[in-house]
């Protein structure tokens, strides 16, 4: 990935992360908000009715005592009016139940159940609430069902109980007098449900209210049905009479929050377009000038150090440029005077070795013309001899320099590689069979890839490198040993390893092996492998060596299928 993308990506993210955190701080706490200001409203309602059940308590209560001391009332109690005579006197008190006692609880005229009298009242009332100075919940059954009432019992004339109240209905619950967006809800036992705004479509739904799991009900698959409930349980006794269901929709919140939602979308979006437009402004000022230092760069890696970074403006980059163009300057500088004390370094080398090396033979030289002089001088039948021996002394020792100059003259004429289309394994055999004589004793093992194994190289200058691995490999073992020859198909090239039973090297003999003029042989010049080296390098490979002392060693060779 490119710096020029990833600063886009960067920025792009960047400005979207932002919007994103914003958007959702912002609808988090527009959430929070609301719900505390429902969470308020939910408890201002329940308060209200907690008030408006006192209060109509107390009017259930005033309404019941007078009912007590009615006539009606007081002629029931005697036994001098009909049976269903409660009726008309819960009608005119505004009561849905009116029931006559007996002290016994024997019904006398019941309002809402007149068959009943005779019986035994059986509302749902503790011992402790027919003398409850306050009005009551209790359950009345009725002919078709269980009705929850609002109720209160006072003593009537001749010890008779008179009890009545009211049934919690819809009404009820409309006296309440909700804001907009709130209503209340009023669950009986066993499963009845009022709702001051009409039938509840699904109260099972309410199921989950019931039984503390969530406090927020969702109608329909549209999110905004959603209501957030506040509970009021109704306890009588420690029973549960009912439950008052505060709720508030969710309708506003949820419109807001995907409101607020479709603006982040729309400002992030912009945002992104935005950072699109920015991270390109910016890439164009920062990356482009970037990416020409970089191809100056890459020039002067391929070695044309006149390159240079062009310097477009007085920032960060343009000193960036200014000091790159500074930096190739001073290496090709130091590099033209490393390259002047290389070739001193080099000359002065080349003829210190090569004095070494001429030395040699020619002290043999310088003693046989003595020994000729000496010879002529002494008698004619002696000289004879030693010139005979004199003279094979002579161009024995010439032999010597021949092969010494011709050893630097190799190395000095190294010419440039001259790239086609080559066979490895074609061209170990032509080296095996050139030196196959002066292999003697020494074993042979060749394993060599299949078929063919072609790269493009120089073809002479590859065999020489193999001619000069071979030598070396027979010289490292004058005792007798194995030389072994394989080769093998790699990635994208060919390798070569040549690997002799020598004597092995040092690591620090492995270290100086390739260096120019050094040897680990008595009478070597120390150049094989230096050529080898040079070889190696025009070809753009690779040579290393692995070696131990008494293990022989390996030279292995990575040459590329290709050249540029």
């Known amino acids: 990935m490119t710096f020029r993308t990833k600063l886009l990506l960067i920025s792009s993210f960047t400005i979207a992360g932002a919007v994103a955190l914003v958007t959702g701080a912002v609808a988090v706490s527009v959430r929070r908000a609301f719900e505390r200001a429902d969470a308020e409203r939910r408890g201002a309602l329940l308060d209200q009715f907690r008030r408006q059940l006192v209060a109509r308590g107390d009017e259930i209560t005033r309404e019941v005592e007078q009912a007590a001391q009615s006539p009606a009332v007081q002629q029931i109690a005697a036994s001098a009016a009909e049976y269903d005579a409660a009726q008309a006197e819960a009608q005119q008190d505004s009561l849905d139940f009116l029931d006559v006692l007996q002290p016994d609880l024997t019904i006398i005229s019941s309002a809402h159940w007149p068959a009943r009298f005779g019986y035994k009242n059986d509302w749902d009332i503790a011992p402790a609430d027919w003398t409850a100075e306050k009005a009551f919940l209790a359950r009345i059954p009725m002919p078709d069902a269980t009705a929850t009432a609002l109720v209160a019992a006072r003593r009537g004339p001749s010890g008779k109980i008179v009890v009545g109240g009211r049934r919690l209905n819809p009404e009820f619950l409309k006296s309440l007098g909700m804001a907009p967006g709130m209503r209340a809800l009023l669950w009986l036992a066993p499963d009845e449900v009022l709702d001051a705004q009409g039938p509840v479509s699904d109260p099972q739904k309410l199921a989950s209210l019931m039984q503390?799991?969530?406090?927020?009900?969702?109608?329909?698959?549209?999110?905004?049905?959603?209501?957030?409930?506040?509970?009021?349980?109704?306890?009588?006794?420690?029973?549960t009479m009912g439950v008052l269901l505060a709720g508030t929709s969710l309708r506003e919140q949820i419109g807001l929050e995907q409101a607020i939602l479709w603006i982040g979308l729309s400002v992030g979006g912009s945002g992104i377009v935005i950072g699109v437009l920015l991270g390109w402004w910016t890439t164009e000022r920062i990356t482009r000038p970037v990416e020409?230092?970089?191809?100056?760069?890459?020039?002067?890696?391929h070695g044309d150090w006149s390159a240079r970074a062009e310097v477009a403006s007085r920032d960060e980059i343009g000193e960036l440029a200014q000091a790159f163009n500074r930096m190739t300057e001073q290496i090709l500088e130091q590099r033209e005077r490393a390259l002047q004390a290389e070739r001193v370094a080099a000359w002065r080398e080349l003829a210190r070795r090569l004095a070494h090396e001429l030395k040699n033979p020619l002290f043999p030289l310088q003693i046989t013309i003595e020994n000729l002089q000496r010879a002529r001088e002494r008698s004619t039948a002696e000289f004879d001899e030693v010139f005979r021996e004199s003279t094979a002394t002579l161009l024995a020792e010439l032999a010597n320099l021949k092969t010494i100059i011709g050893r630097f003259s190799d190395f000095a004429r190294m010419p440039a590689p001259h790239f086609e289309p080559v066979d490895v394994n074609e061209t170990v055999r032509g080296v095996m069979k050139l030196y196959d004589a002066r292999l003697g004793a020494i074993g042979r093992r060749i394993e060599l890839e299949n078929g063919e194994l072609k790269i493009r190289a120089d073809g002479e200058q590859l065999r020489r490198a193999i001619g000069n691995l071979v030598l070396n490999a027979i010289d490292a073992m004058p005792a007798g040993g194995t030389l072994a020859i394989t080769t093998a198909r790699i990635e994208n090239g060919a390798r070569l390893s040549v690997s002799d039973t020598g004597q092995g090297l040092t690591e620090e003999e492995c270290a100086r092996l390739f260096t120019p003029y050094y040897t680990t042989k008595q009478h070597g010049t120390g150049l094989g492998l230096a050529i080898v080296q040079s070889v190696v390098s025009d070809h753009r490979g690779k040579i290393s060596v692995a070696s131990e002392p008494g293990r022989g060693?390996?030279?292995?060779?990575?040459l590329p299928e290709m050249q540029p």
């Open 212 to 239: 503390g799991k969530s406090n927020v009900v969702q109608w329909t698959r549209d999110r905004a049905s959603a209501e957030a409930f506040q509970t009021l349980p109704l306890m009588q006794n420690g029973k």
């Open 553 to 558: 060693a390996t030279f292995i060779i990575d």
């Open 292 to 301: 020409r230092l970089a191809a100056a760069a890459r020039a002067v890696e």
